[in-house]
């Protein structure tokens, strides 16, 4: 019943800055785990960020002090802020209910 959609990626210079926004649709109810991962061209997925309905948040140390995920309830979104991009960063991100639900993705590209 829930579903998820991102948007907000696009084209960037390193160093730059971009927003994702993860739009949740439907209820949610008791524990659960929002996240963001990403998979980059010719590599496997990888675990970006993540956060509990209570709040608390953890991040791969890859996009530690970089990255940081939130939570607008007045949208119903979760958002990613990403900052100090550099071109390894370059992936499709996903948005993910409990690693278990999942949106389509939105492209990131970090080049000059």
């Known amino acids: 019943q829930v579903q998820l959609e991102e948007s907000g990626g696009g084209l960037v210079q390193p160093g730059g800055s971009l927003r994702l926004s993860c739009a949740v649709s439907?209820?949610?109810?008791?524990?659960?785990?929002m996240g963001w991962y990403r998979q980059a061209p010719g590599k496997q997925r990888e675990w970006v960020a993540t956060m509990t309905g209570g709040g608390i948040t953890d991040y791969a140390n890859s996009v530690k002090g970089r990255f940081t995920i939130s939570r607008d309830a007045t949208k119903n979104t979760v958002d990613l802020q990403m900052n100090s991009l550099k071109p390894e960063d370059t992936a499709v991100y996903y948005c993910t209910k409990d690693a278990r639900i999942w949106g389509q993705g939105t492209l990131v590209t970090v080049s000059s």
């Open positions: 439907g209820r949610i109810f008791g524990f659960y785990v």
